[in-house]
């Protein structure tokens, strides 16, 4: 039986890899995990190119709640931290 997840680390970061999520459902799929995180919290985001319009979706959702960090940026290879506020 597995234990709930309790978010008793403020500092923690959560991996999100976009890759392995079906077009379809990825922009779905990380609002559900920024929205479950709590403030001091962090989604680790992975992806095979960089999300211009994704990161226009986050700024009109979210605004100045969400701490957008690029970890990497390189072609084929793009990492980013979200931090919620």
Do not use: C, W
């Amino acid at each position: 039986m597995s234990q709930p997840h309790l978010h008793l680390q403020p500092e923690a970061i959560y991996p999100f890899d976009a890759r392995g999520v079906a077009k379809r459902f990825r922009h779905a799929a990380i609002f559900g995990a920024l929205d479950s995180l709590q403030p001091g919290e962090t989604m680790r985001f992975s992806n095979d190119h960089d999300p211009l319009p994704l990161l226009a979706q986050l700024e009109q959702r979210y605004g100045d709640r969400i701490g957008v960090v690029y970890q990497q940026r390189e072609p084929g290879v793009i990492v980013i931290d979200f931090s919620v506020r």
